[in-house]
């Protein structure tokens, strides 16, 4: 079946990079995602990559796959205290159906 | 700007009351519209997919007369919350899809629903 995975939390000094990973079991993936989540709101989709791609850069967010692995990973150039939250990967597999992982809790040092 | 609203954010009402949440999609005709719920801590479960002018696609283990879902125009569907209980108290967020699988899901803001 299909199961996402991630650390629950992860502390990051501002102004370094935060990394956050994401495992996945299922090789039926199409494309992955990743959401930000602040407290009581919804999900703000931060960007997504399709499975043929290894890398995808936006401004200070760096997306990067491993599809041997089955592994994701987001990172946060120059983590600011506004990076504070939740972050979902997600991964749209072949049943169409879009499945979450647990989430990491994004913590930023001063 | 948003490509989702939904509405109310926040409820709380007394158990054995009905509760509507509606969610509307502001930028595009929605098909398709995904309803997941999220207990405190945890990540996004799927309840249903809501679809336009036919029956709603419940997840297994989510009961369809408890969570009725209307998804009468391509801009607005609705979940209703029936005769809610506490344990039924969640945060409950929906997304509209752009009727292609594969691009993303644009997710509302969400309701926290508190029953007492």
């Known amino acids: 079946g299909e199961d996402v995975e991630q650390s629950l939390f992860l502390s990051v000094r501002e102004g370094d990079s935060s990394v956050i990973n994401c495992t996945y079991t299922?090789?039926?993936?199409?494309?992955l995602y990743w959401y930000k989540q602040e407290p009581g709101a919804g999900l703000q989709l931060l960007t997504y990559?399709?499975?043929?791609?290894d890398m995808k850069q936006d401004q200070r967010l760096t997306v990067l796959l491993n599809k041997k692995d089955k592994h994701l990973s987001l990172r946060i150039a120059d983590t600011q205290t506004g990076d504070s939250a939740i972050y979902f990967c997600?991964?749209?597999?072949?049943?169409?159906?879009?499945?979450f992982g647990t989430g990491t809790r994004l913590t930023i040092i001063p | 700007g948003a490509v989702v609203s939904q509405h109310p954010s926040r409820v709380i009402c007394k158990s054995g009351t009905s509760v509507k949440i509606e969610c509307r999609s502001l930028?595009?005709?929605?098909?398709?519209m995904f309803w997941y719920r999220q207990f405190p801590k945890q990540s996004l479960m799927l309840m249903a997919t809501?679809?336009?002018?036919?029956?709603?696609?419940?997840e297994q283990g989510v009961e369809k007369d408890k969570f009725l879902i209307n998804h009468a125009s391509l801009t607005l569907s609705t979940l209703t919350v029936t005769s809610a209980h506490p344990e039924d108290s969640s945060f409950y967020i929906c997304?509209?899809?752009?009727?292609?699988?594969?691009?993303?899901?644009?997710f509302g803001d969400g309701t926290r629903l508190s029953i007492l």
């Open positions: 997304s509209v899809g752009a009727g292609n699988s594969n691009q993303p899901q644009h």
């Open positions: 299922d090789s039926s993936s199409t494309y």
């Open positions: 990559i399709f499975s043929n791609m």
């Open positions: 997600a991964v749209l597999f072949g049943n169409e159906k879009l499945t």
């Open positions: 930028d595009f005709q929605a098909t398709t």
């Open positions: 809501s679809n336009e002018g036919s029956k709603a696609t419940y």
